[in-house]
Nanobody, 126 residues
Framework: QVQLVESGGGLVQAGGSLRLSCAASGGTFRSYAMGWFRQAPGKEREFVAAHRWTGGNTYYADYADSVKGRLIISRDNAKNTVYLQMNSLKPEDTAVYYC????????????????WGQGTQVTVSS
């Protein structure tokens, strides 16, 4: 069983930065695709970023168009941790952010992520 714990959320002003962390335990972390998703009140969960295996067995980062150039996903396999560096934050970034793990390394749709954290709140004030 894999457990994921997010941290690093908080309240920031527009234009500010946060760094989210997701610590994984209970599995072979480096083989996982890792993703970040978010959900705002009254909205469905949406994709933010993913770090996954390509067909060439190398990591590749994908981003939602709304966060490209502002948010950066990274991972430290030695620490079993994935990060989301969030810069130039906007009020519309306000949401609960979840990390997720796809143990098969594909990192496709949300249904491919078998394990999810409990989320961390990010609030961006205008």
């Amino acid at each position: 069983q894999v457990q994921l714990v997010e941290s690093g959320g908080g309240l920031v002003q527009a234009g500010g930065s946060l760094r989210l962390s997701c610590a994984a335990s209970g599995g072979t972390f480096r083989s996982y695709a890792m993703g970040w998703f978010r959900q705002a009140p009254g909205k469905e969960r949406e994709f933010v970023a993913a770090h996954r295996w390509t067909g060439g067995n190398t990591y590749y980062a994908d981003y939602a168009d709304s966060v490209k150039g502002r948010l950066i996903i990274s991972r430290d396999n030695a620490k079993n941790t994935v990060y989301l560096q969030m810069n130039s934050l906007k009020p519309e970034d306000t949401a609960v952010y979840y990390c997720a793990a796809d143990r098969h390394g594909f990192g496709g749709p949300p249904s491919s992520y078998e394990y999810w954290g409990q989320g961390t709140q990010v609030t961006v004030s205008s």
